[in-house]
């Protein structure tokens, strides 16, 4: 089955500076790749997500790139502030049956923003 | 905005319990799943379904199993608890991708 690695498991930035989170995947068959975030005591909620027909898709102050060659996809958040606190989690979507899809996360990302 | 709503945010049960947790969702979508998150270890799906009646294992089915009669209700069933399935246990739903979740049910096994 599918297998997601992320990276790093902590990250601690200061406020207004960048930050940049990594997955890699094991299956080639997996076409879809959507981040959340979690917040404190809150359901995990989609932030952006990405096909595999895509490079790279920008919302705002955050971005997803995606290296199909190496199985590899990262978040990148720029100007950071307070309310990016939480834990980032990845995912990599692979077909199933019906023309569904599942998703198999990555163990995620404790994102602190320092101010 | 869809709603999947579980019914429980807190259970405690004692070891040996049969223990259901409930997923209901009110968009009409097609597929439903259970994860597991613990520290350190992300998400793990445990089971999932795309059609009434019908289910798949998911990467640790083991010690649970699932019921979907309702294509809105989801249900996870421990057939004996133990203490190993202490866990926050969430619910999602989608119609293809994108998935929407649950509040979760933070199950502590004694």
């Known amino acids: 089955g599918e297998n997601v690695e992320q990276h790093p498991s902590t990250l601690s930035v200061q406020e207004g500076d960048s930050a940049v989170i990594k997955c890699t995947y094991s299956?080639?068959?997996?076409?879809?790749f959507p981040w959340y975030k979690q917040e404190l005591g809150k359901r995990p909620q989609l932030i952006i997500d990405i096909r595999s027909n895509v490079g790279e898709k920008k919302d705002q102050r955050i971005a997803v790139t995606l290296n199909k060659t190496a199985k590899h996809f990262s978040l990148h958040i720029t100007e950071t502030q307070p309310e990016d606190s939480a834990v980032y989690f990845c995912?990599?979507?692979?077909?199933?049956?019906?023309?569904?899809?599942?998703?198999?996360f990555g163990t995620g990302t404790r994102l602190t923003i320092i101010p | 905005d869809v709603k999947v709503t579980q019914s429980s945010r807190y259970l405690v049960k004692r070891t040996g319990e049969k223990v259901f947790l409930e997923c209901v969702q009110d968009?009409?979508?097609?597929?439903m799943f259970w994860y597991r998150q613990d520290p350190g270890l992300g998400l793990r799906l445990i089971y999932f379904s795309y059609d009434v009646k019908m289910k798949e294992k998911g990467d640790i089915p083991e010690g649970y199993s699932v019921s979907r009669e309702k294509k809105e209700r989801f249900s996870l069933i421990l057939e004996s608890a133990s203490t190993n399935q202490t866990s926050m246990y969430l619910c999602?739903?989608?119609?293809?991708?994108?998935?929407?979740f649950g509040s979760g049910t933070r199950l502590t096994v004694v």
């Open positions: 995912a990599a979507g692979t077909p199933a049956n019906f023309g569904n899809e599942k998703l198999t």
């Open positions: 299956d080639s068959a997996s076409n879809y």
């Open positions: 999602a739903s989608s119609l293809r991708v994108g998935y929407t």
């Open positions: 968009m009409d979508h097609e597929n």
